[in-house]
DNA sequence: TTTGCTGTGTGCGTTACCGCACGGAAGTTA
DNA sequence: TAACTTCCGTGCGGTAACGCACACAGCAAA
């Protein structure tokens, strides 16, 4: 049952950006999923019966390599969506979906997904819109996985993932960042001791706080700024005037918990 | 003028795999270009006015960063297209795009693509599942980029280009490759020391001659296949009969050669 | 209160790559 | 044929990250 602490759909920016008619038309399909820490939304490879909104939770895409190593390439948040590959074609895509902040998203199932795609408006434009972030986002990625030190690449990370809460609080621990960033975790941890130093974070064990945000910036790598900008450029966040959906008829679902 | 030479547009993938009507309609806007060695075709942040289709030139999309150092992040010939931003939404992208190996294209101004991407139809939706292999290929470099060699980039680096070639003679110094993977210009030459005292390939002062591939496979990490097989499942190679169009009318463009 | 588990700190040898400097070989121009 | 430019080979010291091993601290269950 949703509890007063139900998020809203237009949490999510783009379906905040959609206008009242297309809201009119789309939120009665949405469900809202509950995603929980660690959980994994999409198996590598699996077919995608969704796009999910997220509105709260972090997801990252990781790859897996042959011999289990994984990095990820991409962080969402409620700034975009999950499961492009819905709408672009591919059925499935050889990545993996893991939740890394837990909390929630709207998901819109397949069939409504094709309808809104074959009517060519609002939603496909932003759809593709955030495609096209994205694909900066993956290749900064890149550039920085060549280019730039662990601490740097650790700021970075941070950055990415407060930009998507509206706390300063991470539950994750430095061998779940390490996964994620694709080295050692004694490189984290060696990493974290010079922010905790340097009064930018503090920890202990698998919980992060961000006390100062600019630190973070100055110490990260340009790789940070180049995607906002870029993003920002892409999908202005320009909510429409708030919709009055009767959310609480919206039930919740819970992923069944797969661990990664 | 057009020489006995001149490439055929199905030489492209994405355009062969076109319906007959489809080329009906879109082949006479097509305009050949002449891609030389080294020229850069969008400057990062430059809006663009052209999709290009490579017959047989090979495209590099690179990101420069701050300090001037570059990383290549995507390589484009004959399978694909450049120009993605042009039906994705923003005009421009914060990359560059450098001509590896000389060639031609056929590029589709901005109007006809705009129009063609309202009709929904075929070219729409190659153009979004290219797009959908693009961004395996991105995340794929920046795994590499992560976990990966430099011999084993190389051979990954090397085979991609091979795969988007007749022959198997590239024309591109140390230099440039180091530019392309973003490592030093020693690092090259010691790999390529290596592929050479096994046996696949030879080379000297800018040209490098592929002489095993099974070997130059053998040699890299998985990354270049997990693309390829992406790729050929998300695009299969299906060209449609051909189809008599007047090639020869079709006038060619040199771009201003603008070097790197 | 002990036992155990999970998360973090640390030290050590190894490796891959970097930055730099220089030398030489293959072409190119005069 | 001589001077020059471009491209490639090599050596050397420095550094960042790796793999491994182990110690310890916080927390929970028995």
């Keep these: 049952m949703p509890t007063k602490t139900t998020p809203h759909p237009q949490q999510n920016h783009l379906l905040a950006a959609l206008s009242p008619e297309v809201q009119a038309r789309l939120f009665p399909h949405l469900e809202l999923v509950s995603l929980q820490l660690n959980s994994v939304m999409y198996e590598s490879g699996r077919p995608m019966r969704h796009v999910y909104f997220p509105t709260d939770a972090i997801v990252s895409l990781q790859y897996i390599m042959e011999n289990g190593a994984a990095t990820a390439i991409l962080v969402v948040g409620n700034e975009g969506l999950l499961g492009i590959s819905l709408f672009m074609g591919g059925a499935s895509t050889p990545n993996r979906s893991l ?87 004694e490189g984290v941890t060696h990493a974290a001791i010079k922010l905790q130093q340097q009064g930018a974070i503090t920890y202990s064990r698998g919980h992060i706080k961000v006390l100062d945000r600019e630190q973070l910036e100055a110490l990260s790598c340009e790789c940070y700024e180049v995607v906002k900008k870029e993003t920002e450029l892409l999908l202005p966040y320009l909510p429409q005037r708030q919709v009055i959906t009767n959310v609480a008829a919206i039930p919740v679902v819970v992923l069944p918990t797969t661990k990664a």
Tied chains: 1, 2.
Excluded at 109 to 131: A, C, D, I, S, W
Excluded at 164 to 174: A, G, V
């Design 99 to 185: 939740v890394q902040s837990a909390g929630h998203a709207y998901r819109l199932p397949r069939p409504q997904v094709k309808e809104e795609f074959k009517r060519h408006g609002q939603l496909l434009q932003l759809m593709l819109r955030y495609t096209q972030a994205l694909i900066t986002q993956v290749a900064q990625t890149a550039v920085c996985n060549r280019h730039h030190s662990i601490d740097q690449q650790l700021c970075r990370w941070l950055l990415l993932s407060m930009d998507r809460l509206t706390h300063n609080n991470l539950s994750m621990t430095q061998e779940f960042m390490a996964n994620m960033l694709g080295v050692r975790r």
